[in-house]
């Protein structure tokens, strides 16, 4: 169960307003990648709060609702299909998390993010490994950038109903495998990530 201990103990060395910070969708072939940073009040953490992964989509469409209302401050950013061929993925990954902190309300003095790496970030950033299961901050963060990007999906999966995105949400599934050979890429498709196309022909 997720408590603030890692934040307790950051805030014992003088951290006053600790952000988390994750994102959601590096690994689809299609559309972007989101990445949300939040603050919550010291001592509030919403009843089954954790790593998104491990939540149903019900579960985490209430929690997105709840930590909105909540947070002293959070912010859902995302980077482009564009941005990700120009840039790849790790380094729009992190320019969504940029974006989701600079677009904070509050200026936060430390950034929880989630994972190995934590550079060029605007502020005093650490990298924590397993980060949505260790600290209330993160595991909302994941919920805020997992429920946005799922409910984009929604969205492209209108513009483009036969590849199935409202189901895999852009992930490699057999069906979208399958949908790609059949109908080709979109302008929703990630260049980097399809390259399997060419080396079909």
Excluded at 84 to 112: C, F, H, K, W, Y
Aim: aromatic share 6%; hydrophobic share 40%; with cysteine.
């Amino acid at each position: 169960m997720l408590d603030e201990s890692l934040e307790r103990n950051l805030r014992e060395k003088g951290y006053s307003m600790i952000c988390g910070v994750d994102e959601a969708g590096r690994g689809p072939l299609c559309g972007p990648v989101f990445a949300a940073a939040c603050i919550l009040p010291t001592g509030y953490i919403p009843e089954g709060l954790n790593d998104s992964k491990k939540l149903s989509p019900k579960k985490r469409d209430l929690l997105f609702d709840e930590i909105k209302e909540n947070a002293i401050s959070y912010c859902i950013a995302s980077a482009s299909v564009e941005e990700i061929d120009q840039l790849n993925i790790l380094e729009a990954d992190l320019l969504a998390m940029r974006r989701a902190i600079e677009g904070l309300s509050v200026t936060p003095d430390l950034a929880l993010i989630d994972g190995n790496i934590a550079r060029d970030f605007p502020l005093p950033a650490m990298a924590i490994i397993g980060g949505d299961a260790k600290s209330p901050n993160i595991a909302a963060a994941s919920i805020l950038a997992k429920v946005a990007r799922d409910r984009e999906c929604i969205e492209l999966d209108k513009l483009y109903p036969e590849y199935g995105i409202a189901k895999h949400k852009g992930y490699g599934t057999k069906a979208h495998m399958d949908a790609l050979r059949k109908y080709g890429p979109t302008p929703i498709h990630r260049k980097l990530f399809i390259r399997f196309l060419d080396n079909e022909k």
